[in-house]
């Protein structure tokens, strides 16, 4: 059984299921406030724990991640019990979007477009081990919301890879892995939250 946080609204006009990073669970502040301003939006959010995620809450030990066939069985389970009407999306914050836009490579997975909040292009300090696949072989759109001094693909890496034109980039302004900035920088963590949440209502509107 897999865990599951539904949080609908009345009106919804699409669902976005989001999947947590590696080494936070679906209750993660981040996800929650992302959560919240897309239900100020009228856009469900359907949340779930990835099974080592369950696992380390069951005996309180710190399991890595699973590999990534079984996080793809995963978000798929939770994506073809899914029984809604609405334009689906889906996506998730760091490993989470990953598998996501790892799953959108099938032309059988039925969903309108595919959102990564801080994608792991690669390894923290290991630039050489590039994870570029899933944004090559993409056959859904892809909205990716990066901080362009992230220490898992900032700006200044990106700009040189090679991915699908399908994928749409953008850039917070000294933003890290969390899209937070530094104090230094004039910028506020939130003000970086809200502005991602208005670019994934965009996306979502252009795709519904």
């Known amino acids: ?22 080494g936070a669970n679906m209750h993660h502040p981040f996800l929650e406030k ?14 779930f724990n990835f099974p080592y995620m369950d696992k380390r809450e069951l005996d309180g030990k710190k399991y890595p991640p699973n590999r990534m066939p079984i996080l793809l069985e995963c978000y798929q389970e939770v994506l ?45 300090k290991k630039p050489e081990k590039l994870r570029l696949e899933p944004l090559q072989d993409t056959k859904k759109s892809i909205l990716i919301l990066q901080g362009d001094r992230d220490l898992l ?7 040189n890879y090679e991915i699908s034109n399908l994928c749409q980039l953008q850039y917070f302004e000294d933003g890290d892995h969390d899209l937070k900035p530094r104090v230094k920088s004039g910028f506020t963590h939130q003000q970086h939250i809200e502005q991602a949440v208005h670019a994934i209502v965009r996306f979502i509107d252009e795709k519904c």
């Open 1 to 22: 059984m897999i865990s599951q946080l539904k949080c609908y609204v009345e009106s919804p006009k699409a669902l976005l299921i989001f999947a947590h990073g590696a």
């Open 34 to 47: 992302i959560t919240h301003l897309l239900n100020e939006q009228n856009i469900n959010v359907l949340r």
């Open 80 to 124: 073809v019990a899914t029984d809604n009407v609405l334009p689906v999306f889906i996506g998730g914050k760091s490993m989470g979007g990953r598998v996501a836009a790892t799953l959108a490579k099938s032309e059988k997975t039925e969903v309108k477009g595919v959102i990564c909040l801080g994608y792991p292009f690669h390894p923290a």
């Open 153 to 159: 693909g900032c700006k200044g890496e990106i700009e």
